[in-house]
């Protein structure tokens, strides 16, 4: 995708989500609707995440990957208001956060952006209508749009 096309992109989700009335307020109580514990399997893969109520401005979570018996990957992360807005601070394995910027909040869908991060440079977390988690991450590598998806179901 050329940086036109992606700019028109752009304009046009905003355009979309402004006139279906998303918002991209400072407001982690919103967010809610992320609290619980996840899992899914992908590939092999049992996966679990897990996230906080959204208590004192903050959710606090963490995502554990295990395969054949042995957790092959983890991350911690928190979504927190910040004096520039609301912000998703992702540590895979433990490194030093990274932020995102909130861009897009909806009932059941938000959208978290940093441009100059080398991939993702977008995260995005929704509910389905089946109330199945969805996390997705984009963005361009070496000139080439990629992305990855997951699916968790609640776990009591």
């Known amino acids: 995708m050329s940086n036109a096309t992606r700019r028109v992109a752009v304009f046009v989700t905003w355009a979309a989500a402004l006139a279906a009335g998303v918002t991209a307020a400072a407001d982690p109580a919103r967010l809610g609707w992320l609290e619980g514990r996840w899992t899914g399997e992908k590939?092999?893969?049992?996966?679990?995440?897990?996230?906080?109520?959204?208590?004192?401005?903050?959710?606090?979570?963490?995502?554990?990957?295990?395969?054949?018996?042995?957790?092959?990957?983890?991350?911690?992360?928190?979504?927190?208001?910040?004096?520039d807005g609301t912000v998703y601070f992702a540590s895979p394995g433990a490194a030093p956060a990274t932020p995102f910027k909130m861009i897009l909040q909806a009932d059941r869908k938000v959208t978290f952006e940093n441009a100059?991060?080398?991939?993702?440079?977008?995260?995005?977390?929704?509910?389905?209508?089946?109330?199945?988690?969805?996390?997705?991450?984009?963005?361009?590598?070496?000139?080439?749009?990629?992305?990855?998806?997951?699916?968790?179901?609640?776990?009591?």
Do not use: C
């Open 43 to 83: 590939d092999g893969v049992s996966m679990e995440e897990v996230w906080t109520a959204p208590t004192g401005g903050a959710l606090l979570g963490l995502h554990r990957d295990v395969k054949a018996g042995r957790m092959v990957s983890f991350e911690f992360f928190r979504i927190q208001a910040t004096k």
């Open 116 to 156: 100059s991060h080398d991939f993702p440079q977008r995260i995005l977390y929704w509910l389905d209508d089946k109330n199945a988690l969805h996390a997705r991450i984009e963005g361009t590598q070496d000139g080439k749009e990629l992305h990855e998806e997951w699916v968790w179901t609640k776990k009591p």
